[in-house]
């Protein structure tokens, strides 16, 4: 068993495409299930269910430990709990720790974002841009911005932001979104 999870989304699913590829070289067969109604039954039939020709499953679950606390979930969870050795995947589109103090360490994978991300958050310069764009792609960077922009309640900044976010969908962009964001600390230092 594996758990992914952690805010860095681009990397924890890169982890979990390379799973699946692990999986089916070794001649798994994919079973992919949602965490959101996943029952305790749907679990155990897919981890326990050998295929005609003996292939065994590779079972991935998406969304487990993020959604809302049920029955169903508390089973399944505890079911992960005593198969520690099962051919399960999950991955959680965020940071779930609080919920895997029960598992073993080395079954977990935590994919944080990178730490210049937030310096960049912090001191939007063209130095800490460019740091963060070394590590990490122009979108998330992007995403980030907006969000800080967005709890901090800065108007003008979600303005540019959203005008930004208009013309790279439209097209109307004649540059790429690192150079737009470099255009953007430079215009706002100004």
Same mark, same amino acid.
Request: net charge neutral.
């Given at each position: 068993?594996?758990?992914?999870?952690?805010? /860095? %989304?681009t990397?924890?699913?890169?982890?979990? &495409?390379a799973?699946?590829r692990?999986?089916?070289?070794?001649?798994? /067969? @994919?079973?992919?299930?949602?965490g %959101?109604d &996943?029952?305790?039954?749907?679990?155990? %039939?897919?981890?326990?269910?050998?295929?005609l020709? =003996?292939?065994?499953?590779?079972?991935f679950?998406?969304s487990l +430990?993020?959604?809302?606390?049920?029955?169903?979930k508390?089973?399944?969870?505890?079911?992960?709990?005593?198969?520690?050795?099962?051919?399960?995947?999950? *991955?959680?589109?965020?940071?779930?720790?609080?919920?895997?103090?029960?598992?073993? $360490?080395p079954l977990i994978r935590? +994919?944080?974002l990178p730490?210049?991300? +937030?310096?960049?958050l912090? /001191?939007?310069?063209?130095?800490? #841009?460019? &740091?963060? #764009?070394?590590?990490?792609l122009?979108?998330?960077? +992007?995403?980030? #911005?907006?969000?800080?922009?967005?709890? %901090?309640? /800065?108007?003008? *900044?979600?303005? $540019?932001?959203?005008? @930004?976010?208009?013309?790279?969908?439209? =097209?109307?962009l004649?540059?790429?979104?690192?150079?737009?964001?470099e255009? *953007?600390?430079?215009?706002?230092?100004?």
């Amino acid at each position: 068993m594996l758990i992914l999870h952690g805010d /860095h %989304q681009t990397a924890s699913r890169n982890q979990l &495409l390379a799973s699946k590829r692990a999986a089916t070289d070794t001649d798994r /067969h @994919i079973i992919d299930l949602s965490g %959101q109604d &996943l029952t305790l039954d749907q679990l155990s %039939q897919a981890v326990d269910t050998v295929t005609l020709f =003996g292939q065994t499953n590779g079972v991935f679950v998406e969304s487990l +430990f993020s959604t809302r606390p049920s029955t169903a979930k508390k089973a399944v969870i505890d079911y992960l709990k005593s198969h520690t050795s099962a051919n399960v995947v999950v *991955w959680e589109p965020k940071d779930v720790s609080a919920q895997l103090k029960d598992f073993p $360490e080395p079954l977990i994978r935590r +994919f944080d974002l990178p730490r210049h991300i +937030f310096k960049f958050l912090d /001191h939007p310069t063209l130095t800490t #841009l460019h &740091l963060a #764009l070394t590590t990490t792609l122009p979108e998330i960077v +992007f995403a980030s #911005l907006v969000t800080r922009a967005h709890k %901090q309640a /800065h108007t003008k *900044w979600l303005k $540019e932001l959203l005008a @930004i976010d208009y013309k790279i969908k439209t =097209g109307a962009l004649p540059y790429g979104l690192a150079t737009a964001l470099e255009l *953007w600390v430079a215009n706002d230092l100004i």
